[in-house]
């Protein structure tokens, strides 16, 4: 089991920054698939950063590259999402996930974008951006 716990979530203004992190927990070293999900009101969960944790080179979504990306950290339990130039368009509650098995390559955890790939799940943390 890997436990997920995101947190940094807030309200800002457009154009702020936000730093969200995910804390893993238990047997992280069963999964190297790992992704930051977002549920915008009334829309599906979609996945905006996949990250291949064995390899780094984190891959993202055309609605927030440029924007968002993972600090480098040494810590693999710790993932970060720096948040910048944020938009009203980006509120939304926001998730951390890893999938039950790891993979074999990059390719092969980059290609996974459905909920249902992903086995593990946070809480969620609220990000609110106003104009």
């Known amino acids: 089991q890997v436990q997920l716990v995101e947190s940094g979530g807030g309200s800002v203004q457009t154009g702020g920054s936000l730093r969200l992190s995910c804390a893993a927990s238990?047997?992280?070293?069963?999964?190297?698939?790992m992704g930051w999900f977002r549920q915008r009101p009334g829309k599906e969960r979609e996945r905006i950063v996949g990250?291949?944790?064995?390899?780094?080179?984190?891959f993202y979504a055309d609605s927030v590259k440029g924007r968002f990306t993972i600090p480098q950290d040494n810590d693999k339990n710790l993932i970060y999402l720096q948040m910048n130039s944020l938009k009203p368009e980006d509120t939304a509650m926001y998730y951390c996930?890893?999938?039950?098995?790891?993979?074999?390559?990059?390719?092969?955890?980059?290609?996974?974008?459905?909920?249902?790939?992903?086995?593990?799940w946070g809480q969620g943390t609220q990000v609110t951006v106003s104009s």
């Open positions: 238990g047997h992280t070293s069963s999964t190297n698939c």
């Open positions: 990250l291949y944790t064995t390899r780094g080179d984190p």
């Open positions: 996930a890893a999938t039950v098995a790891p993979t074999n390559t990059r390719v092969e955890c980059l290609l996974k974008v459905e909920v249902n790939d992903f086995g593990y």
